[in-house]
């Protein structure tokens, strides 16, 4: 098969990471016969220095004509401060919207080798965490209308029952691929745009009574996610809400270096990107660890690409790594070789098998 993916490397650690997740595509090309052509995009702080724009048009066209995109991260110090409109998240944030992802979804899922690197207790990581977080990614309050005047900020939340049951139809699809167990999380008891959200996931799950769903209010699911992960199986939930429930999972699970997302929309076109920043603290140190953008490569494989051999044998050759005693400084315990960013790319790509 011949794919065209749009690469973007970004800010900070991004090109680094990014640089060992292409070498573990062109691994994957040359063992199974297929050809990655790869485009280069600009976005983030590197795109506002050479174009004066976190997004131009045209590298936003380069993504939308892909059949996929492959992200770092992007943000750094150096631009904190450029006027909100041009900072670099605003690249990001137009990437989305512009390819219509609406879907954002993010595994939390402990490795069994990094089981002692989770901040939860031993019992509680035993019981399993292995859950995912699809989250609404184009509506809310982070699209809504941001205004300060008169001293006085105003940002409007808002969904329609449209943005809603696409999201909701997302949700309980994914629950019928896992364990058939769907919880909705929104703030019913406050705010009018959960209200619709709940009465909308209720009237779909009429359309799927193979999925047995529940819904939970988002302050509670923020303690039950540190309780007790092991009852969750599929979360669905709304932009903001998704955003930091997400990053909570993610903590749970040991590594914010180790975890892939996915965010797709009404095409098989898909973003690609790990959950963690751009890490200006360690950027250029060869100390990043790659793992989250490598397996968010082999998510591409699997969702955009239908290339679920392929995508298993990623994920096989990270295992591996992982078994072989191997850690990047970030998840480095006692008894385990010490491995830079490029040397794990190399370790992975190197493992991979037909
Ligand atoms: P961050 O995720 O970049 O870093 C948080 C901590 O985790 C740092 O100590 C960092 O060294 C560590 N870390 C992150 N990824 C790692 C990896 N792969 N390997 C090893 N350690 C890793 O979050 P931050 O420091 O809050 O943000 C830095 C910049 O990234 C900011 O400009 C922020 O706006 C931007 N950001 C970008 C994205 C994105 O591009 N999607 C997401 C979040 C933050």
Redesign the pocket.
């Known amino acids: 098969m011949i794919k065209n993916i749009a690469v973007i490397r970004?800010?900070?650690?991004?090109p680094e990471?990014v640089e060992q997740a292409l070498r573990v595509l062109d691994r994957v090309a040359e063992l199974y016969g297929h050809t990655f052509n790869y485009t280069d995009v600009d976005m983030?702080?590197c795109a506002i220095d050479k174009h004066g724009d976190p997004l131009p048009p045209s590298e936003l066209q380069k993504c939308v004509e892909s059949d996929s995109v492959l992200?770092?991260?992007?943000?750094?110090?150096k631009?904190?401060d450029v006027p909100a409109t041009m900072?670099?998240?605003k690249g990001?944030l137009r990437l989305r919207a512009g390819m219509g992802v609406y879907s954002n979804n993010r595994p939390a899922k402990i490795w069994p080798q990094l089981a002692d690197a989770s901040p939860l207790k031993g019992e509680i990581v035993e019981r399993g965490i292995d859950f995912i977080i699809v989250r609404e990614l184009i509506g809310g309050i982070y699209f809504g209308e941001h205004k300060t005047e008169n001293g006085v900020a105003t940002d409007v939340l808002r969904y329609s029952e449209a943005e809603i049951e696409r999201i909701g139809r997302i949700g309980f699809e994914t629950a019928q691929k896992r364990s058939r167990r769907l919880c909705s999380v929104e703030k019913s008891n406050v705010l009018d745009s959960s209200r619709l959200w709940k009465k909308v996931m209720h009237r779909l799950a009429e359309e799927y009574p193979d999925v047995e769903l529940s819904d939970m209010l988002v302050d509670n699911c923020a303690m039950q996610i540190v309780k007790d992960p092991s009852q969750f199986d599929v979360i669905v939930t709304e932009n903001m809400f998704g955003d930091i429930l997400s990053d909570e999972a993610s903590m749970i699970t040991g590594?914010?270096?180790?975890i892939p997302s996915s965010s797709l929309g009404a095409t098989t076109c898909g973003l690609y990107?790990?959950?963690?920043?751009?890490?200006?603290?360690?950027a250029g140190q060869d100390?990043?660890?790659?793992?989250?953008?490598i397996l968010s490569a082999a998510m591409m494989l699997r969702f955009s690409f239908d290339m679920k051999d392929e995508a298993d044998a990623i994920e096989r050759a990270v295992s591996d790594y992982l078994d072989a005693g191997y850690r990047?400084?970030?998840?480095m315990s006692e008894g385990k070789t010490l491995v830079g960013?490029t040397e794990c790319g190399r370790i992975i790509a190197e493992n991979i098998k037909v």
């Open positions: 970004g800010d900070g650690i991004g990471i983030g702080g992200l770092g991260a992007v943000g750094g110090n631009w904190n900072r670099p998240e990001l590594s914010i270096g180790m990107e790990p959950i963690h920043g751009s890490a200006p603290d360690i100390k990043a660890n790659p793992v989250g953008t990047t400084a970030d998840i960013c």
